[in-house]
């Protein structure tokens, strides 16, 4: 059973810089999507950066390019993103979720993931909050 588990959410201040982490285990393929979504007070669930496979292909939300980073560990079981520079339209729960097996790519995988198959999973999410 696939399990995903966020940590690393916390206020902090425009401008300023947080790293949140997805801890996950029991993938029972290595043809898998990964990656971070985010719902604001009042909007969508959107997804933020995805990555499949090894991680060498990846996908940002126009809106947070250049200041989000999506990474994983070497062993793979934990994966990363790294925000700088955040802004208070920032603010949300951010969720960690998979789709196992999964044989697409990363921004088909962030734009369509309703996240209701039998083959996605996700974590508990993190609150993000920024100030102004």
């Known amino acids: 059973q696939v399990q995903l588990v966020e940590s690393g959410g916390d206020l902090v201040q425009a401008g300023g810089s947080l790293r949140l982490s997805c801890a996950s285990s029991g993938f029972s393929s290595p043809y898998y999507a990964i990656g971070w979504f985010r719902q604001a007070p009042g909007k969508e669930r959107e997804g933020v950066s995805c990555?499949?496979?090894?991680?060498?292909?990846?996908y940002y939300t126009d809106s947070v390019k250049g200041r989000f980073t999506i990474s994983r560990d070497n062993a793979g079981d934990t994966i990363y993103l790294d925000l700088t520079n955040v802004e208070p339209q920032d603010t949300g729960v951010y969720y960690c979720a998979a789709r196992v097996p999964y044989y697409g790519g990363p921004q088909f995988y962030c734009l369509h993931n309703q996240g209701v198959g039998e083959s996605d999973y996700w974590g508990q999410g993190t609150q993000v909050t920024v100030s102004s």
């Open positions: 990555m499949a496979n090894s991680g060498g292909d990846t």
